[in-house]
């Protein structure tokens, strides 16, 4: 038989196929006593039809899984097969419960090597998401262990076939679909001698899933960031300044836009006004708007219904400048995020110092993290903010050259990619002749994603025009960032060799 000799269908099982179901678990299931009586199959089908599934070659059946919904706190702790079975020989199904018990998955000897199995799996994995299930929760026979039995312990045995050392026909099957280990069960199944009547307790979490007092009152999975590439030119007033603000903002916001990003510095063409035209007096005349922007920026937020990242401005405190980055959200709050690692230029030219904190930001549209600029270069700190849960990484920057662009293009994108979330970055175009060691500008916005199936296959979901004054808008699916961390083709936050290093923040700890 070959893969082109089959014609396969997946289907929800009917009482009229017990005839083909009994056939198939006689044949499988001849060493554990064969198939469930009719009446037990039927109530199955009446209780939790969604959950027995069934896959046809043609006519012909080929592969079961027959599931129950069960009590997750119940079953995800030691159990017997006969906890879920009744006086009756009916399978006890909790119509109220959270989670997906997978009783049988077969497949017709026949037909095995086609990967067959998986394609049950994968149905029940839907099933479990389409109805927000915690989880599947299945014991698993480990059918080659009598083999063993003499030299090693059922908890060895399981470690061996989990390094691949031996080959389990269920257990090996079920740790390639994803399935995690969560126990050893004893007395499982007592008739089952090959498994001599150990079994493991195995678990898929589903990674989408709301408990019940969040569903009401959920936030969406989607969300649009709006980004500004902006131009810079001569203004005449911090009010002319603004008011090409606000333009954006209403511009972002008639398209829907969760977010509004602006890039670093947007707002140094004021510098143009100091009366004294030295680099350091300079930076500290535009760090005296600061307030002012961060208010009205806020006012726009709340206005215009949109989270407004603010680029970054000089902020002077107690005598100090930093370069401070503000989200503004829409429901009126403001939170901050200062630049912790300082360029030469900044240092030399404007005096500035480095900030020490660093955190995940809270939106109604997502956790999300900013690194101005040069942070960006820097992967300890996405890699911290990852460790909090990040979802959109902003970069607000400003360079002046294109080697210098793409330094933080190449960064925000393994940025993406390390930590699997979405990477939206800011920056400004044109140039500035009256304001001294800013007068030019390269800029070429982007928003980069994971790369992965999901995803497009160059990891950058939009990017602008280079050097052009324009708007650019991406629509994110933070659905997708939790199925990637859980199933990926790689799982990069996952994977981690924990035992071998880690990236730790370690200021507050030094403070304690």
Same mark, same amino acid.
């Given at each position: 038989?070959?893969?082109?000799?089959?014609?396969?269908?997946?289907?929800?099982?009917?009482?009229?196929?017990?005839?083909?179901?009994?056939?198939?678990?006689?044949?499988?299931?001849?060493?554990?006593?064969?198939?469930?009586?009719?009446?037990?199959?039927?109530?199955?089908?009446?209780?939790?039809?969604?959950?027995?599934?069934?896959?046809?070659?043609?006519?012909?059946?080929?592969?079961?899984?027959?599931?129950?919904?069960?009590?997750?706190?119940?079953?995800?702790?030691?159990?017997?097969?006969?906890?879920?079975?009744?006086?009756?020989?009916?399978?006890?199904?909790?119509?109220?419960?959270?989670?997906?018990?997978?009783?049988?998955?077969?497949?017709?000897?026949?037909?095995?090597?086609?990967?067959?199995?998986?394609?049950?799996?994968?149905?029940?994995?839907?099933?479990?998401?389409?109805?927000?299930?915690?989880?599947?929760?299945?014991?698993?026979?480990?059918?080659?262990?009598?083999? $063993?039995?003499?030299?090693?312990?059922?908890?060895? $045995?399981?470690?061996?076939?989990?390094?691949?050392?031996?080959?389990?026909?269920?257990?090996?099957?079920?740790?390639?679909?994803?399935?995690?280990?969560?126990?050893?069960?004893?007395?499982?199944?007592?008739?089952?001698?090959?498994?001599?009547?150990?079994?493991?307790?195995?678990?898929?979490?589903?990674?989408?899933?709301?408990?019940?007092?969040?569903?009401?009152?959920?936030?969406?999975?989607?969300?649009?960031?709006?980004?500004?590439?902006?131009?810079?030119?001569?203004?005449?007033?911090?009010?002319?300044?603004?008011?090409?603000?606000? $333009?954006?903002?209403?511009?972002?916001?008639?398209?829907?836009?969760?977010?509004?990003?602006?890039?670093?510095?947007?707002?140094?063409?004021?510098?143009?006004?100091?009366?004294?035209?030295?680099?350091?007096?300079?930076?500290? $005349?535009?760090?005296?708007?600061?307030?002012?922007?961060?208010?009205?920026?806020?006012?726009?937020?709340?206005?215009?219904?949109?989270?407004?990242?603010?680029?970054?401005?000089?902020?002077?405190?107690?005598?100090?400048?930093?370069?401070?980055?503000?989200?503004?959200?829409?429901?009126?709050?403001?939170?901050?995020?200062?630049?912790?690692?300082?360029?030469?230029?900044?240092?030399?030219?404007?005096?500035?110092?480095?900030?020490?904190?660093?955190?995940?930001?809270?939106?109604?549209?997502?956790?999300?993290?900013?690194?101005?600029?040069?942070?960006?270069?820097?992967?300890?700190?996405?890699?911290?903010?990852?460790?909090?849960?990040?979802?959109?990484?902003?970069?607000?920057?400003?360079?002046?050259?294109?080697?210098?662009?793409?330094?933080?293009?190449?960064?925000?994108?393994?940025?993406?990619?390390?930590?699997?979330?979405?990477?939206?970055?800011?920056?400004?175009?044109?140039?500035?002749?009256?304001?001294?060691?800013?007068?030019?500008?390269?800029?070429?916005?982007?928003?980069?994603?994971?790369?992965?199936?999901?995803?497009?296959?160059?990891?950058?979901?939009?990017?602008?025009?280079?050097?052009?004054?324009?708007?650019?808008?991406?629509?994110?699916?933070?659905?997708?960032?939790?199925?990637?961390?859980?199933?990926?083709?790689?799982?990069?936050?996952?994977?981690?060799?924990?035992?071998?290093?880690?990236?730790?923040?370690?200021?507050?700890?030094?403070?304690?």
């Amino acid at each position: 038989m070959s893969l082109t000799d089959l014609h396969l269908s997946l289907i929800n099982l009917e009482p009229e196929h017990y005839g083909q179901i009994k056939t198939l678990m006689d044949r499988v299931y001849n060493d554990i006593g064969g198939a469930w009586p009719e009446h037990t199959i039927i109530q199955l089908i009446e209780d939790f039809p969604e959950g027995q599934l069934g896959l046809m070659d043609e006519d012909k059946l080929v592969g079961i899984a027959l599931s129950v919904l069960v009590d997750y706190d119940r079953f995800s702790n030691p159990h017997t097969y006969d906890d879920l079975i009744g006086p009756q020989s009916e399978i006890l199904n909790n119509s109220n419960g959270d989670a997906v018990y997978g009783l049988d998955m077969l497949i017709h000897p026949d037909y095995r090597g086609f990967r067959l199995g998986r394609r049950l799996y994968d149905a029940r994995k839907e099933l479990c998401r389409q109805y927000n299930l915690k989880a599947i929760l299945a014991g698993g026979r480990i059918t080659a262990y009598h083999k $063993y039995s003499d030299e090693l312990k059922p908890t060895e $045995y399981i470690k061996a076939v989990s390094r691949k050392e031996i080959y389990d026909p269920i257990l090996t099957f079920q740790l390639s679909n994803d399935f995690q280990v969560k126990r050893l069960l004893r007395k499982y199944l007592p008739e089952d001698e090959k498994s001599e009547g150990y079994a493991t307790l195995l678990e898929w979490s589903n990674i989408m899933y709301e408990p019940e007092a969040a569903v009401v009152d959920t936030r969406a999975t989607q969300a649009r960031i709006g980004v500004v590439q902006w131009q810079m030119r001569e203004v005449a007033s911090f009010e002319e300044l603004l008011q090409q603000v606000e $333009y954006f903002v209403d511009a972002l916001s008639e398209y829907e836009s969760d977010f509004a990003l602006f890039p670093e510095f947007f707002n140094a063409p004021l510098m143009g006004l100091s009366p004294d035209k030295d680099r350091a007096a300079a930076i500290r $005349y535009l760090a005296g708007f600061t307030e002012e922007f961060c208010n009205q920026m806020s006012r726009m937020a709340v206005s215009y219904n949109i989270n407004i990242i603010t680029g970054s401005m000089p902020l002077l405190e107690n005598g100090h400048l930093y370069n401070v980055s503000y989200l503004c959200r829409r429901d009126g709050t403001i939170d901050e995020q200062r630049k912790l690692h300082i360029t030469p230029h900044e240092k030399w030219a404007w005096v500035i110092e480095g900030g020490d904190e660093l955190k995940v930001l809270e939106t109604d549209a997502g956790k999300i993290g900013i690194l101005i600029c040069y942070d960006s270069e820097f992967p300890e700190l996405a890699r911290i903010l990852n460790e909090q849960g990040l979802e959109i990484l902003f970069i607000p920057f400003w360079v002046d050259t294109r080697n210098a662009y793409l330094r933080v293009r190449h960064c925000a994108q393994a940025r993406a990619i390390e930590n699997e979330c979405y990477v939206a970055i800011a920056g400004s175009v044109g140039n500035l002749p009256s304001v001294d060691s800013l007068d030019v500008q390269y800029a070429q916005s982007a928003v980069f994603t994971p790369s992965d199936f999901a995803f497009p296959h160059d990891a950058v979901l939009s990017e602008s025009t280079p050097n052009t004054e324009m708007l650019l808008f991406a629509d994110v699916d933070l659905a997708a960032l939790k199925k990637l961390r859980a199933e990926g083709a790689v799982t990069n936050f996952k994977d981690r060799r924990q035992d071998l290093y880690k990236v730790q923040w370690i200021k507050n700890k030094a403070e304690s």
